[in-house]
């Protein structure tokens, strides 16, 4: 939580203002750009996590979702 906002209360699970705090904003997670509210795109992708292979959802910006993951059922990684 940071308080950047004037009308932060410090408590986010009460705040009224939802949308304005910086953790609200989303980032794509293979470009880095900002995603504006609603434009996001969950994808599921193959991850190693504490050395077990599964899979995670990550949110990509439209750019990037197609042209690393539309059309494509499954993305094999060397």
Not at 32 to 39: A, P, R, V
Not at 64 to 74: I, L, M, N, P, R
């Amino acid at each position: 939580m940071k308080r950047e906002n004037l009308n932060c209360i410090g408590n986010c699970r009460l705040c009224s203002v939802l949308g304005e705090c910086p953790a609200d904003h989303v980032h794509c997670e293979d470009c880095g750009t900002e995603i504006e509210t609603g434009e996001g795109i969950e994808v599921e992708v193959e991850a190693v996590q504490n050395g077990r292979h599964g899979t995670k959802m990550i949110t990509v910006c439209p750019g990037c979702f197609a042209e690393y993951y539309q059309g494509d059922e499954t993305i094999e990684f060397d």
